[in-house]
Structure formats: structure tokens, C-alpha cells
């Protein structure tokens, strides 16, 4: 099933903006704290944190936040075969945990988690309390307390806090974090907190925590320092980073979404996503190959997103367009659609219902190709290193009224017997390549290597990055 959405979840215009968030690569990324002194309280704390999957059904449990002390005393908060789990365990023998019914599955939607730990209170049941977009949770698979007063070995003195990674091998968390408040000594349930319900929409949106009282050992994560990702935006000592690059700040966060590839439209395709879902790698073997598409349909409007072609698949194609329907089958390929429009790397050419029609230039290892879609006046522009290919001439697509399901995504994917391909995508949010230029579209959104404004067809025309803020006031 996909999950591709007109709106993304938990995204609002107006209010608190949230700036910035960290990519986890799934792979390595991940950062750690260890308190040099007694918690404020160990039987009292919370935690609320922004998170965007990108790898969905995973094998492997992936940790949000992880204390311990040995292998049998620890504290740890993961996504495990996409339901959410808290689990603790002691060296006496006691175990509990809290596993939701609910499952985390969509690539494309950013979720509040907030978590409460008050150990001392007489009803067991309000000792671990779970809250998802501001509603408490009171579903679960696996439901198991903690006996009264128990320590929590969060914020412990002399055990290590890791965020985005646990004890095991394959623990990575893989997606988007935003705004991680560990609020130490504190029992705060998240209305009016660290969040709140849009009046109109009655979207979950976040508010300001830097007000709040974080304790001896709690930290603040705002993300908004690009070379210390891990700065306690409260105050507090950093966190020590391991694994993350200065292109794991994004811009995708919970108030402003950006498109992805979509994870979970990828059962033909076959292809491995990794860099915050931007980077693609191609199934190699013979063959009809599947495509990848996005997270976010299209149904008006102009949009901008950047392609380079990090390894060619040689003599064959690289392709980079848009579709109106998600790959059906393993045999489905751009050519056989007649609502499909995909530049073919390998000539140049645009390939339009199972047609070759002479466009632009073939394309090359390291060529970033610039896409603009024109859902307004029926257009499709592609560059190639910032140089409009076909002298700025559009080739003209299906109106969005003509298409089945009246919207288009973007897709990319390749078609070949041989060689690998692999490309990093720049939807604006979190680019899978270094870009040197930063290059916003008119609203101030995305950070591009090529301008989205382009004269098209003698006509001045902007493009804008597929987000929701963009789409909110365009799509």
C-alpha cells in the first residue's frame, strides 16, 4: 500500500516554526550523553520528540532514545516492526513495557511522540503514559508496568543516553528527528507543553519548549547548529555526535513537510533508499525495471526538485519525470504509460507514451538535472546543470483533469541489464548531495543548487519546492 498524501500529516502554516531537523541515516548516525551527576528525579521525567520514518517494516528495531547501564538494566524507546515500544529492564528480574496496537508506518508523515515516567505514582497504570499527536494512547499488544519507585535509568548518573541508537548492531534509527525535549524531574502532558491543536484544522502542531523547566540532566535538541547537531539548545553539555555530516541538517520538519521517495512504493521497484530517503539505489539484474515515486501528489501548480546522477547505468537509461500512477506491477515501466513524461539520460530524449522525442542533452556521472513541473499550463521543463535543455522549450504533458487519478507523482528509476544506477535526490528538505549554491525558491523554501525561476517558453515563470507551506498557498 502507499502512502502518498495532497497534505502531509501534522503540518501547519502559521505559529511556532520549526526549523530545523536531523537526518539519521539507519546506518550510523547517532549521538550520546553521559550524566556526571543524579537526576533531578529518577522517578519522574519526560520526553517529547518530532520523528519521520523513512525505512518502513524493517526487521530491525530502530531506537529514538536508549540509557543503559548493562544488558540487563536499560531504558529504551524504538520503533519495532512499526509499532512503538517502551521497554525497561532490571537486573531483578522485572521487565515492562508498553507496545502500542497502533503502527508507525507512513513515510510521509511526521509524528509527535511524548512519553511520561512517573514511577511513584499508586495507580500503575499512569506510571508509563504514551501520547501520539497530543492523544494519550490506551491501546496496546503488550502492556506490562513498573513496579512502584523504580529507578529510571534515563538520565542516570554515569549511564549513557543515546539518541538515534541502541546496544545492538542495526538499532540505527532511519529517518527525521525534531524538537527532542528530555525534561528531567518534570511530568508535563503535552496540550499547552509541547503542543497544541490547530484551531481551524484541529492539526497537531508544536509549540515552543524553551520555556520549560528541564532539570539537572534534561537537554533541549533544536538541530539548528549545523556543525553540532548534538547542542543542548538549553544550555546543558552537548551531546557527542557519531556518524553525521553537515547535510544531516534538514529543513524537513513537522512544520514545513518535504517530499521524499516513498518507501513504501518500492515492492516492485526494489531499489534501497537511504539518505533521508533522497538517495536511490537501482535493483541491478535484466529486465523491465520498476520506478520509485514520491511522497507527495501533485495536482497544480509549479514545482521544482534537483536530481544528480551519482552512477550512471551506462549505455542504458537514467530516468527523471513524473507519472500518474504508482508502479502496478514489476513489467510496469514510464514507457507504457500515456500520462507518463521522463527524460531518458541516456539521449536526451523525452519519452512520452512508449516514444522517443528529441528534447535535450544525454546526461552524464555528476550531472545534476533540475525538473520543473508546470501543472498550471500543462508543461515539463528538465535542465542539466542549471542550462534549460531544448533552448527553454517545455514538452507538453497531460492536464491533471485527463489523468486517472487526477494528480501526478514524481518518480525516478532506471532502466537496464547491467550497471547499478544510483541518484540523489533534492527535494529541497534534506539533499542526498553537497550543495554549494543554496538556492531557495521565492517563498524562502528549499535549498536547491540551481534556481527554481526559469524563463520557459519565452515566459518567466517560479517554481517552488514541494512542501507543504508551498502547498498550502500553491497546490
Known amino acids: 500500500m502507499t502512502a502518498q498524501t495532497i497534505l502531509p500529516a501534522n503540518s501547519v502554516t502559521g505559529g511556532f516554526d520549526v526549523v530545523n531537523s536531523a537526518m539519521f541515516d539507519g546506518t550510523s548516525a547517532y549521538m550520546h550523553k553521559t550524566p556526571d551527576s543524579g537526576p533531578s528525579s529518577a522517578d519522574l521525567f519526560t520526553i517529547s520528540v518530532w520523528v519521520k520514518r523513512c525505512a518502513i517494516g524493517s526487521g530491525n528495531r530502530q531506537v529514538i532514545f536508549d540509557a543503559r547501564e548493562d544488558a540487563e538494566n536499560f531504558d529504551r524507546i524504538s520503533i519495532n516492526a512499526n509499532v512503538l515500544e517502551w521497554k525497561g529492564i532490571r537486573s531483578d528480574s522485572q521487565v515492562f513495557n508498553l507496545t502500542t496496537n497502533r503502527v508507525f508506518r507512513d513515510p510521509s508523515a511526521w509524528y509527535h511522540l511524548h512519553f511520561i515516567w512517573d514511577s511513584a505514582d499508586g495507580t500503575a497504570d499512569n506510571r508509563m503514559r504514551i501520547y501520539v499527536n497530543g492523544v494519550q494512547e490506551t491501546s496496546f499488544g503488550t502492556r506490562a508496568n513498573p513496579s512502584q519507585n523504580v529507578d529510571a535509568i534515563i538520565g542516570a548518573d554515569g549511564e549513557v543516553n543515546s539518541v538515534g541508537s541502541g546496544a545492538r548492531s542495526g538499532d540505527f534509527w532511519d529517518g527525521y528527528m525534531a524538537e527532542f525535549a528530555y525534561l528531567d524531574g518534570q511530568e508535563l502532558t503535552p496540550d499547552g507543553n509541547t503542543g497544541e491543536f490547530e484551531e481551524d484544522s484541529g492539526i ?272
Not at 512504493?265 to 537501482?282: I, P, Q, R
Not at 532502466?415 to 525558491?441: E, R
Open 204 to 475: 497537531w502542531k508544536p509549540i515552543k519548549v524553551s520555556g520549560l523547566t528541564f532539570g539537572t540532566n534534561g537537554f533541549y535538541l533544536d538541530f539548528q547548529a549545523s556543525g553540532n547537531l548534538g547542542n543542548d539548545a538549553n544550555g546543558g553539555t552537548d551531546l557527542t555526535e557519531v556518524g553525521f555530516a553537515a547535510t544531516d541538517q534538514a529543513t524537513d520538519t513537522c512544520t514545513n513537510n518535504f517530499c521524499t521517495l516513498n518507501s513504501i512504493d518500492n515492492f516492485f521497484a526494489g531499489s534501497t533508499l537511504a539518505e533521508g530517503n533522497c538517495k536511490v539505489t537501482y535493483l541491478a539484474g535484466s529486465g523491465k525495471y520498476a520506478y520509485n515515486t514520491g511522497t507527495i501528489t501533485l495536482t497544480s501548480g509549479k514545482w521544482y526538485h534537483e536530481v544528480k546522477i551519482a552512477q550512471s547505468v551506462g549505455s542504458n537509461y537514467n530516468m527523471f519525470g513524473i507519472e500518474e500512477v504508482v508502479c502496478p506491477s514489476a513489467g510496469h515501466e514510464f514507457l507504457e504509460s500515456s500520462t507518463g513524461f521522463v527524460l531518458n539520460g541516456n539521449n536526451g530524449k523525452i519519452i512520452v507514451d512508449g516514444t522517443d522525442t528529441t528534447y535535450g542533452n544525454a546526461t552524464a556521472v555528476n550531472d545534476i538535472i533540475g525538473v520543473y513541473i508546470d501543472l498550471d499550463n500543462n508543461k515539463i521543463y528538465f535542465s542539466e546543470n542549471g542550462t534549460l535543455n531544448n533552448s527553454g522549450t517545455g514538452q507538453s504533458i497531460s492536464a491533471v483533469s485527463a489523468t486517472t487519478q487526477g494528480l501526478y507523482f514524481v518518480i525516478g528509476g532506471d532502466y537496464s541489464s547491467g550497471t547499478v544506477g544510483i541518484h540523489q535526490f533534492n527535494f529541497g528538505g534534506c539533499a542526498a548531495f553537497t550543495v554549494s549554491s543554496a538556492v531557495s525558491d521565492d517563498n524562502g523554501h528549499g535549498n536547491f543548487e540551481y534556481s527554481p525561476n526559469i524563463t520557459g517558453d519565452s515566459v518567466a515563470k517560479k517554481f517552488y519546492a514541494i512542501c507543504s507551506k508551498n502547498l498550502a498557498e500553491f497546490g
